[in-house]
């Protein structure tokens, strides 16, 4: 009778058991629970590559500047030598002070001497 009674639980457990297993993976095949779980997956991974696109981004804008600046100093850019006046205001000033040199030109600005 123990040997019955042994047996008897033995297989109510496995039958509970086995069940349970079974409803846990039909509530996990659900329409509903496969739709959250693929968002889930699909917001985990966007994460994912946004961080490495990030990442990327910056190593890449890290390295440009590192070799941006070994050219110019292989290039001597780098060094700030003292620039030389703009042209066009020294084109100007040297009108400005000069202004006979518009005055005594000999060039006639009458367009209809030459017809």
Same mark, same amino acid.
């Given at each position: 009778m123990?040997?019955?009674?042994?047996?008897?639980?033995?297989?109510?457990?496995?039958?509970?058991?086995?069940?349970?297993? /079974?409803?846990?993976?039909?509530? *996990?095949?659900?329409? %509903?629970?496969?739709? &959250?779980?693929?968002? =889930?997956?699909?917001? +985990?991974?966007?994460?994912?590559?946004?961080?490495?696109?990030?990442?990327?981004?910056?190593? /890449?804008?890290?390295?440009?500047? *590192?070799?941006?600046? %070994?050219?110019?100093? &292989?290039?001597?850019? =780098?060094a700030?030598? +003292?620039?030389?006046?703009?042209?066009?205001l020294?084109?100007?000033?040297?009108?400005?002070?000069?202004?006979?040199?518009?005055?005594?030109?000999?060039?006639?600005?009458?367009?209809?001497?030459?017809?």
């Open positions: 123990f040997r019955r009674t042994f047996w008897f639980t033995t297989g109510v457990a496995a039958g509970v058991w086995a069940t349970t297993k /079974v409803n846990r993976k039909l509530r *996990q095949l659900t329409p %509903e629970s496969l739709a &959250a779980t693929a968002a =889930n997956k699909a917001l +985990e991974t966007g994460h994912r590559i946004k961080d490495r696109a990030i990442g990327f981004a910056l190593d /890449v804008r890290d390295n440009m500047a *590192q070799r941006e600046a %070994e050219l110019g100093d &292989a290039l001597g850019i =780098n700030d030598p +003292e620039l030389p006046a703009p042209r066009r020294t084109a100007i000033e040297n009108n400005r002070s000069n202004p006979k040199y518009i005055e005594n030109t000999t060039y006639s600005y009458d367009r209809n001497e030459d017809h």
